[in-house]
C-alpha cells in the first residue's frame, strides 16, 4: 500500500475541476514517511534554532508547508484553519501562513490581495476594507473549467478571522507548532505592530517575512514602524524576523540605486548583485533579532550563466536563451546563489530559507498559479518558452533542499522521495 499523509484520505471533489494534490507515494513506507517527517519538521524549530543552529542542520533541510497544508480539490483552502489541522494531524511543525492588511491595521490570512478567489461575488481589495466587513463571512472554493472561474463554488463552512485568532488556535493544536507569517503589506512594518499589540506570548512562535518593495532598506523599516508606535531600544529582541529577496528585488534594487546616481544604466554584474545584497542584508543582521534569516530565491537557473555573463544555456535542452531581460534574471539568480552559499559559512547563526514554489493546481494537464494580486487562475507559460524555463527552475525542489536550511514547499511528499534518493 503506499505511504501517505491524512489528508489523502479526504475525497476529492471532482465538481471543482481540479486535480487532487499529491499525498501519497509507493517509493517509501509509512514508516519511512512518518519518520521523515519528525526529522525534517522539528518541533519548536525558531527556539531550537537560536539555542543551536548547528543541532539543527544536523537533521538535514527542515520543511515549512507553504501556505499550509491545503487541497482545493478535496474543499480544503489555502490559510485556512482546516489547512493549518491537516498540517498538524501529519505530524508537521512548521507552516507558513500569507496575512493581508486591511484598512484599518488588522491582518486575515489571505494569498491574494482582493477576496474574489474566496468570497465570489464580493471582489475587494482587502488593503481598503475594513476587516469588520470580512471577519465571519464562509470562505468558498470555486469551481474551475477550462483556466478559469465558473461561479459555481463550494463552501468549506470556515469563517473569515483574524489572524491572531487563527494563530491562537493553531497553537492549542499538538505542542511545538511554529509558523513564518509572510506579511506583505508595507514590507511587513505594520504587522510589526499588529503582532506587538495582539501576540506578545506568542511571538516566540512566529517568523515575520518581510520584503524590500516600499521600505528599501532596513533604517526605512524601522522608521516606518516607530513612526507608527515608538519602541523601547531593543524591541528587535522580542521578534523572530526575515527579509525576502528574488531575483526580480534585486534586479529592481539595482535599478533603484542606479536611478538615484548619476549613472542611469544599472550595474547589473554578479559581482555588484552579490554587493548589493550584502548592503542590503547587513543592517538587518546586526539587529538583536532572537533568530534572523535570509529567505532568498536561489535555483538552479544560476548555473546555466556563461563565464562572461553575456550569455546563458539550458543544461538539458541545449536552449540558448536570447532575452535579455531573462539573462538579466539568471544573473541576478546567480549572485542569490553566491551569496546564499557565503552566508553559511560567514554567518552561520542565519537561518537560510528557499522557496520551491510548484504549481498551485492542474487542469487537464496543464499547471495554473492563482494570481497573489487578483486570486484569479494564471496558467503557466508556454512549454519551451524562455519564461517556461526560468518557471521550472523556480519550482526546482532539489537545489533548494541542497542549498538552504528551511524550504518552504507546496509538495512534501517531492521533497521526501528526492531526501531519500527516490526520484
Known amino acids: 500500500m503506499p505511504a501517505e499523509l491524512p489528508i489523502n484520505k479526504v475525497p476529492v471533489i471532482s465538481a471543482l475541476g481540479m486535480g487532487a494534490r499529491r499525498y501519497e507515494t509507493t517509493s517509501l513506507t509509512q514508516g519511512q514517511l512518518d519518520g521523515m517527517i519528525k526529522?525534517?519538521?522539528?518541533?519548536?524549530?525558531?527556539?531550537?534554532?537560536?539555542?543551536?543552529?548547528?543541532?539543527?542542520?544536523?537533521?538535514?533541510?527542515?520543511?515549512?508547508?507553504?501556505?499550509?497544508?491545503?487541497?482545493?480539490?478535496?474543499?480544503?483552502?489555502?490559510?485556512?484553519?482546516?489547512?493549518?489541522?491537516?498540517?498538524?494531524?501529519?505530524?508537521?511543525?512548521?507552516?507558513?501562513?500569507?496575512?493581508?492588511?486591511?484598512?484599518?491595521?488588522?491582518?486575515?490570512?489571505?494569498?491574494?490581495?482582493?477576496?474574489?478567489?474566496?468570497?465570489?461575488?464580493?471582489?475587494?481589495?482587502?488593503?481598503?476594507?475594513?476587516?469588520?466587513?470580512?471577519?465571519?463571512?464562509?470562505?468558498?472554493?470555486?469551481?474551475?473549467s477550462d483556466g478559469q472561474f465558473t461561479g459555481t463554488q463550494h463552501s468549506t463552512n470556515e469563517p473569515i478571522e483574524l489572524y491572531d485568532t487563527q494563530l491562537r488556535h493553531a497553537l492549542v493544536g499538538p505542542p511545538g507548532y511554529n509558523e513564518i507569517v509572510d506579511a506583505r503589506n508595507w514590507d511587513g512594518g505594520d504587522f510589526i505592530i499588529y503582532a506587538w499589540q495582539n501576540l506578545q506570548r506568542q511571538l516566540p512562535q512566529i517568523l515575520i517575512q518581510t520584503y524590500p518593495y516600499n521600505l528599501k532598506t532596513y533604517n526605512e523599516f524601522e522608521a516606518y514602524v516607530l513612526n507608527i508606535r515608538p519602541m523601547q531600544t531593543g524591541w528587535?529582541?522580542?521578534?523572530?524576523?526575515?527579509?525576502?529577496?528574488?531575483?526580480?528585488?534585486?534586479l529592481m534594487m539595482a535599478n533603484t540605486i542606479a536611478a538615484q546616481s548619476e549613472f542611469p544604466i544599472a550595474d547589473t554584474s554578479v559581482r555588484n548583485l552579490e554587493a548589493i545584497l550584502e548592503d542590503y542584508y547587513t543592517p538587518w543582521?546586526?539587529?538583536p533579532w532572537k533568530i534572523f534569516a535570509a529567505n532568498l530565491g536561489i535555483g538552479d537557473a544560476g548555473n546555466w550563466l556563461s563565464d562572461d555573463e553575456q550569455s546563458a544555456t539550458h543544461p538539458e535542452t541545449g536552449y540558448v536563451f536570447k532575452k535579455s531581460n531573462v539573462i538579466e534574471t539568471i544573473k541576478a539568480i546567480k549572485a542569490i546563489n553566491n551569496y546564499n552559499a557565503r552566508l553559511?559559512?560567514?554567518?552561520?547563526?542565519?537561518?537560510?530559507?528557499?522557496?520551491?514554489?510548484?504549481?498551485?493546481?492542474?487542469?487537464?494537464?496543464?499547471?495554473?498559479?492563482?494570481?497573489?494580486?487578483?486570486?484569479?487562475?494564471?496558467?503557466?507559460?508556454?512549454?519551451?518558452?524562455?519564461?517556461?524555463?526560468?518557471?521550472?527552475?523556480?519550482?526546482?525542489?532539489?537545489?533548494?533542499?541542497?542549498?538552504?536550511?528551511v524550504v518552504m514547499t507546496d509538495d512534501p511528499i517531492s521533497c521526501f522521495e528526492i531526501i531519500a534518493g527516490k526520484v
Request: net charge neutral; hydrophobic share 40%; proline share 5%.
Open 285 to 287: 543582521m546586526q539587529q
Open 344 to 405: 553559511r559559512t560567514e554567518h552561520p547563526h542565519v537561518m537560510r530559507i528557499a522557496m520551491a514554489r510548484t504549481a498551485d493546481f492542474y487542469h487537464e494537464g496543464k499547471p495554473y498559479f492563482f494570481s497573489m494580486a487578483t486570486g484569479k487562475p494564471v496558467a503557466w507559460p508556454e512549454e519551451g518558452t524562455e519564461e517556461r524555463y526560468l518557471t521550472d527552475a523556480a519550482a526546482g525542489i532539489r537545489y533548494a533542499l541542497e542549498k538552504a536550511d
Open 236 to 250: 528587535q529582541s522580542s521578534f523572530n524576523m526575515t527579509s525576502c529577496v528574488t531575483a526580480e528585488t534585486l
Open 39 to 144: 526529522q525534517h519538521s522539528l518541533p519548536n524549530i525558531f527556539a531550537a534554532w537560536a539555542q543551536d543552529p548547528a543541532s539543527v542542520r544536523s537533521h538535514g533541510p527542515q520543511l515549512a508547508l507553504h501556505r499550509l497544508l491545503f487541497d482545493w480539490s478535496r474543499g480544503i483552502d489555502d490559510n485556512s484553519a482546516q489547512a493549518c489541522a491537516a498540517l498538524q494531524k501529519a505530524g508537521f511543525n512548521l507552516g507558513e501562513r500569507d496575512v493581508t492588511k486591511t484598512k484599518d491595521r488588522e491582518f486575515i490570512a489571505a494569498h491574494p490581495m482582493s477576496t474574489g478567489r474566496f468570497l465570489p461575488g464580493e471582489s475587494l481589495k482587502i488593503a481598503t476594507t475594513s476587516w469588520l466587513q470580512l471577519v465571519g463571512k464562509k470562505r468558498v472554493i470555486q469551481q474551475i
